[in-house]
């Protein structure tokens, strides 16, 4: 096909709020060595960029300016050594920047064939939920068969996500939210038990169903030493953002005495391979879940890329309930 030479993408002006988002014309990229690009129909929206967007959050030096982390569409060209995708393929994709763009170049490795029966829509919402859930939870965490899994912000991408995976795979899910509303969305998706963090208590919550095997945390602060004490013995502590602050005080003797571990870690800045190897997990184990039922994204809202700041705006304010997502086409 032939591309064009401009493209329609959202660029941060400067650092600051939703409203230094702006529409511009730029370049469009083309795909390197082991690369695909992807003319985008849809573009997720994440946490991540809104940090992108505040100056807390540089861009990998080779990656794009633009944000944007995932992505869905189709091939438009492939790079020099690029096999098993044609041009036209529907693909949902992890990018490394540059998903609020019309055209977006990742590599091959990080892409997915859009699942059986999804439109390009939902398979937007997949990557990012995904890749971090599936890594965090299983990968470092090791949650079982059996085990209670607890996940904060369970109505967010991460924690819809992070809520149906466990559950298919046989823990027990719980999970903390901040309304009655969004306490009956997680159970709704398969939490035995969804904890207001408003109004409850949720390490002793944990603590009377013999404490959790498996936290995921994205809240951090004084989070972290309640997340330890809310651990069973032998449990592990995953970190993957900190909301409410990095920093913690500490007393690990009982994390010493009752062998618990704390572990973590952030996506972007992983090297290639790590993340080809997330996404041969992914479509060895998570795809079968998605094309048999039981996962599936939580739509939230969608707006159009001119309203890239309304969506920043939503996703901010926290009242939204899973995904957020761009339209381009």
């Known amino acids: 096909m032939t591309l064009p030479e401009k493209m329609r993408a959202v660029e941060i002006s400067r650092p600051g709020g939703p409203e230094v988002l702006r529409l511009a014309e730029v370049a469009v990229p083309r795909p390197g060595p082991g690369q695909i690009l992807i003319e985008v129909a849809y573009a997720g929206v994440n946490r991540p960029d809104a940090l992108q967007r505040a100056g807390a959050y540089a861009p990998p030096p080779s990656a794009s300016p633009l944000p944007g982390l995932e992505a869905a569409g189709r091939v438009a060209a492939l790079g020099p050594g690029v096999s098993g995708w044609a041009v036209g393929d529907a693909v949902t994709a992890l990018l490394p920047g540059g998903g609020y763009a019309e055209y977006a170049v990742t590599p091959a490795a990080h892409a997915l064939p859009v699942p059986q029966g999804m439109g390009l829509r939902e398979a937007a919402c997949l990557p990012e939920t995904c890749f971090t859930v599936w890594s965090n939870v299983v ?87 309640r997340n330890l004490r809310a651990l069973a013995e032998d449990g592990r502590l995953v970190q993957i953002a900190f909301l409410q602050g990095p920093k913690a005080e500490i007393n690990f003797a009982p994390l010493m005495m009752r062998r618990q571990t704390i572990t973590g870690s952030t996506l972007r800045p992983q090297g290639d391979l790590a993340k080809a190897r997330i996404a041969e997990a992914l479509m060895a184990h998570v795809w079968p879940m998605i094309e048999g039922g039981r996962l599936a994204p939580v739509m939230d809202s969608e707006f159009p890329l001119e309203d890239a700041a309304e969506a920043h705006r939503r996703l901010e304010s926290s009242a939204h309930i899973g995904k957020i997502v761009l339209r381009l086409r």
């Open 139 to 225: 990968m470092r965490g090791g949650l079982r068969a059996g085990e209670r899994f607890l996940v904060h912000g369970g109505s967010s991408g991460i924690g819809t996500t992070a809520i149906q995976i466990a559950n298919a795979l046989g823990a027990r899910v719980f999970a903390t939210a901040g309304s009655a509303e969004k306490c009956a969305a997680c159970e709704g998706l398969g939490a035995e038990r969804a904890i207001n963090y408003r109004t409850e208590d949720f390490v002793a919550v944990l603590s009377a169903e013999g404490g959790a095997d498996v936290i995921l945390d994205m809240v951090g602060g004084d989070y972290i030493a």
